[in-house]
Each structure stands twice: as C-alpha cells, then as structure tokens.
T-cell receptor, first 116, second 111 residues
Framework: GAVVSQHPSRVICKSGTSVKIECRSL??????MFWYRQFPKQSLMLMAT?????????EQGVEKDKFLINHASLTLSTLTVTSAHPEDSSFYIC????????????FGEGSRLTVL | TQLLEQSPQFLSIQEGENLTVYCNSS?????LQWYRQEPGEGPVLLVT?????EVKKLKRLTFQFGDARKDSSLHITAAQPGDTGLYLC???????????FGQGTELSVKP
C-alpha cells in the first residue's frame, strides 16, 4: 500500500503554545487528506478534509480557528493546533489516498499531543 | 449527517469464547470496512464488504454485510489474547473518499 508519514509522533507542549503536525504522502500525490482525532479507547473522529490549494472543509463542531489546516502541496498537509490547552491533548491521525481495490485508507502513524 | 452505531463499545471475555460486534446505520453504504487498531498506531484494514448479503472470512473472523447494506457484523470464534484491540467499522457513503467511523469496540481477551 501507499505510504503516509506523519511527524512528529509525539509532542509535549505548554498550554498556550501552538503545535504543528505534518502529514506527507511519500510515494503518491494526494489532492485530499483527512485529519482525525482520537481519544483513548475511542474511535476516530473526522475533524476536517484537507484540500490541496483550497480551504479545508471542517466537520460540524470543529473550530476552524483552533485547528488550522494547510495543504500547500500535493504531498503535504499540516494541522496546527493553536493556543493549545490540556483538553486538546489527543491522538491526531491523518489519512491520504485509498486503495482502488479494497478502499483501504492509508493512515499516517499518528501524533500523540500532550498539552501541559 | 450519517451516523454509524457500533456496539458493544467495550467487551471483556475469556480466551476461547465467541463474540459478535455490530455496526448499524440508517443510511445505505456503498461499502463498509472493518479495521483493527493497536494503541499508538494507525488502524489496519481487516476487510472491505461491498455487496449486500456478502460474507467474508479471515481465519477465525467472519464479516457479514446486511442485505440492505445498512448494517454489518464481525464475529470472532474462539477468541485469543492476541485478538485484543480496538475494532472499528467505517462506512463509505460515497462522499469523496470520506469514511465515517463507528464508535469502536475495545476488546479484551483474557487468558
């Protein structure tokens, strides 16, 4: 399957700071990427659809100004958590592309954010 | 807004027992996927079902897709500790590649 890389895998920051997470498609171009958030032992919650060269489409209830998404190239989307607070601590995971036969999503490794 | 109801959300059983996880929606899926996820990692695809009434088997795991393509189930026979993990169903409603995930089932199989 295609390779999607996410960085950093873990980040700890102080409350009030901003954190940027990168999602890269390594061996293919992705006009669309998806950002999910996951709390411990819970499912993936779709936050937004990142569209190359245009604004992201946010799911209902997700704050656009809080979670800034930029998809400036066909291989890179970034999620910036602005003015992070402890309640933003979570596992953030991106996906890019789908297998044309199985429909499988290609996920990044995920990023564990801890806000102190 | 499509909703995908997955149950149960938590399941703790003894090794050797059987179990079934359900996934239901009021909307019709174009396809449905089942994933398994380990802590700190991304989900890994187990199976994709596309045709109404379809049954797929993966060793001790049996996946069914409802005739109307609105529901699905995952049955594990003779569960083993290695089956422990988070199981996720994800429905494709033909919305540009976006999948909607169920709430997940945290399975714990005790030896």
């Amino acid at each position: 399957g295609a390779v999607v890389s996410q960085h950093p895998s873990r980040v700890i920051c102080k409350s009030g700071t901003s954190v940027k997470i990168e999602c890269r498609s390594l061996d293919f171009q992705a006009t669309t990427m998806f950002w999910y958030r996951q709390f411990p032992k819970q499912s993936l919650m779709l936050m937004a659809t990142s569209n190359e060269g245009s604004k992201a489409t946010y799911e209902q209830g997700v704050e656009k100004d809080k979670f800034l998404i930029n998809h400036a190239s066909l291989t890179l989307s970034t999620l910036t958590v602005t003015s992070a607070h402890p309640e933003d601590s979570s596992f953030y995971i991106c996906s890019a592309g789908r297998d044309s036969y199985t429909g499988e999503l290609f996920f990044g490794e995920g990023s564990r954010l801890t806000v102190l | 807004t499509q909703l995908l109801e997955q149950s149960p959300q938590f399941l703790s059983i003894q090794e050797g027992e059987n179990l079934t996880v359900y996934c239901n929606s009021s909307s019709v899926f174009s396809s449905l996927q089942w994933y398994r996820q380990e802590p700190g990692e991304g989900p890994v695809l187990l199976v994709t079902v596309v045709t109404g009434g379809e049954v797929k088997k993966l060793k001790r795991l049996t996946f069914q897709f409802g005739d109307a393509r609105k529901d699905s189930s995952l049955h594990i026979t003779a569960a083993q500790p290695g089956d422990t993990g988070l199981y996720l169903c994800a429905g494709d409603y033909n919305q540009g590649g976006k999948l909607i995930f169920g709430q997940g089932t945290e399975l714990s199989v005790k030896p």
